[in-house]
């Protein structure tokens, strides 16, 4: 709307001009145009196309349309960039140059003040008469700013401590710095100079006895260890440990291994495997033989059974083929 407006308001003003318009109008002012495209009487190197007495009517590619009042005249004025006070606003059908909030002397755009005029102070690109809590005017920065705080202060209790440091810095003990004293390191999370810490170990241990594949026989040259214990681990840039452990060559005595307590342990083991085994054995010719006993009880009870059974029928028969006598039937 509004560039239509300004577009509206050029080409009265032009057309105001009878002379302008005629010369505009006219065959020879066509056909120059229909050739050139730009207007003859054109002395901005900006102009596209321009009138004698209202400036350029518009302007070439990447050139901002800027109105400048003179009296009660408006002439048009193709620049590069906006005058202080203006802001560029770029669109398809031209750029033109729109003036900042009145209480802005420049502006970024219509919501974001850069500096501002006087009796105003900028805080977060807002030009206000007042101060928020906590800040207080600066009338030569024109800014609202903490009271009293150095320059490398976010934010102070007074002129001499700082509660936070601008982006870079690190703070300590309530000032800002570039570079952290000596015996101090940068702390990029806490963005502060903490105090170095360095590492702490503790007394060596007693030479370790003389070994070998960790074992004290069976050979003549081995080596002794000592160790010594981490007390305080350093931080990133304190002094980093010392040795912890060391090692020296001996010499002994060569001298025979005793039997380990492997050996041992495989003698017990295979001692109960021969015991298990001849228990085994023992208990295998113990059922033997009580099943072959008990094979003879068996057959001795058989024979016997059958002799009785021989004498029974023996018996038998001899009694039913003995004669009978005549006493035997004179007392039936």
């Known amino acids: 709307m509004q560039l239509q407006l300004i577009t509206f308001v050029l080409i009265i003003l032009h057309c105001m001009d009878y002379t302008g318009c005629q010369q505009h109008n006219s065959p020879r ?35 901002f349309m800027h109105l400048e009042r003179i ?3 408006q002439i048009g004025v193709c620049m590069n960039s906006c005058p202080q006070g203006f802001y560029g606003t770029r669109s398809p059908e031209r750029n033109t140059c729109t003036k900042c909030k009145s209480e802005c002397d420049s502006c970024f755009n219509k919501n974001f003040c850069t500096q501002c005029r006087a009796g105003f102070y900028l ?24 009271p009293g705080c150095p320059a490398e202060c976010e934010s102070c209790v007074n002129s001499e401590t700082c509660t936070r440091c601008r982006s870079g810095l690190y703070q300590l003990s309530g000032r800002c710095h570039h570079v952290c004293p000596d015996d101090y390191e940068p702390n990029d999370k806490l963005m502060e100079c903490t ?3 360095h590492c702490e170990v503790g007394e060596w241990s007693e030479w370790s006895p003389c070994s070998r594949s960790g074992r004290t026989c069976g050979f003549k040259r081995g080596q002794e260890t000592r160790t010594r214990q981490v007390l305080q681990y350093p931080s990133p840039f304190g002094k980093p440990c010392p040795e912890i452990s060391e090692i020296k060559e001996c010499l002994v005595k060569r001298r025979k291994c005793p039997g ?10 295979r001692n109960r495997n021969n015991r298990k085994d001849k228990e085994i054995q023992e208990g295998r010719r113990e059922r ?9 009880r068996d057959t001795g009870d058989q024979e016997d059974s059958d002799n009785r ?12 083929t003995q004669p009978v006598s005549p006493e035997d039937s004179l007392v039936q």
């Open 123 to 146: 805080h977060l690109g807002k030009c206000q008469e007042n101060c928020p809590e906590g800040l207080v005017r600066s009338d030569t920065k024109k800014e609202c700013v903490s």
């Open 195 to 197: 105090l170095q810490v």
């Open 309 to 320: 059974n021989k004498t029974e029928h023996r018996h038998r028969r001899g009694h039913d």
């Open 288 to 296: 033997k033989k009580e099943k072959e006993q008990e094979r003879e």
């Open 29 to 63: 002012h066509r056909q120059h145009k229909s050739i050139s495209g730009v207007s003859s009487e054109c002395q901005h190197p900006g102009c596209l196309t321009c009138s004698v007495f209202n400036g350029c009517l518009s302007c070439k590619p990447r050139y």
């Open 71 to 73: 009296g009660m005249k």
């Open 260 to 269: 380990g307590r492997r050996k041992n342990e495989r003698r017990e083991h």
